[in-house]
């Protein structure tokens, strides 16, 4: 059985590629071409904003990285609802980038969320021998 590693970066990668399969899917409107301007940055931004993360200098960093990747996740996904809901273009290729676009903002509220608690948690474990210090005093 062959163990595979889930990767978050390879999924941001292949997500970017799938929004710029939608773009060259985009009819050549004004709308169309608006939208083909936008979409590929904010889902190419996301992966690569990612990448800095894992290089953070301090937790406050990650998480501050971690939410630039959210915002524009979160751009991204409005795209696609617009192209969705206008409708600019009726293809599944859109449809399964906004699946993976929701999916991807779960893991990534998930992960911001969970590094706040681990912050918090390190700040309090760094500060109760101080406490008790204190306390003896």
């Known amino acids: 059985m062959e163990n595979k590693r889930f990767d978050l970066e390879d999924r941001l990668v292949k997500f970017a590629c799938m929004c710029l399969d939608v773009c060259d899917l985009l009819p050549n409107t004004k709308t169309g071409q608006n939208l083909e301007y936008q979409l590929p940055k904010s889902s190419?931004?996301?992966?690569?904003?990612?990448?800095?993360?894992?290089?953070?200098?301090?937790?406050?960093?990650?998480?501050?990285?971690?939410?630039?990747?959210?915002?524009?996740?979160?751009?991204?996904?409005?795209?696609?609802?617009?192209i969705i809901e206008k409708p600019i273009l009726q293809s599944e290729k859109v449809q399964i980038a906004y699946k993976e676009a929701n999916e991807l903002m779960a893991i990534f509220l998930k992960s911001v969320e969970t590094a706040k608690q681990n912050k918090i948690s390190s700040t309090f474990k760094f500060l109760i021998p101080y406490f008790l210090f204190i306390i003896s005093w």
Do not use: C, P, W
């Not at 406050?60 to 971690?66: E, G, Q, S, T, V």
């Not at 959210?70 to 409005?78: D, Q, V």
């Open 44 to 82: 190419t931004s996301s992966a690569l904003v990612y990448g800095e993360a894992q290089a953070a200098e301090s937790i406050a960093d990650f998480i501050h990285k971690m939410k630039v990747v959210l915002k524009e996740m979160r751009e991204y996904r409005i795209n696609l609802r617009i």
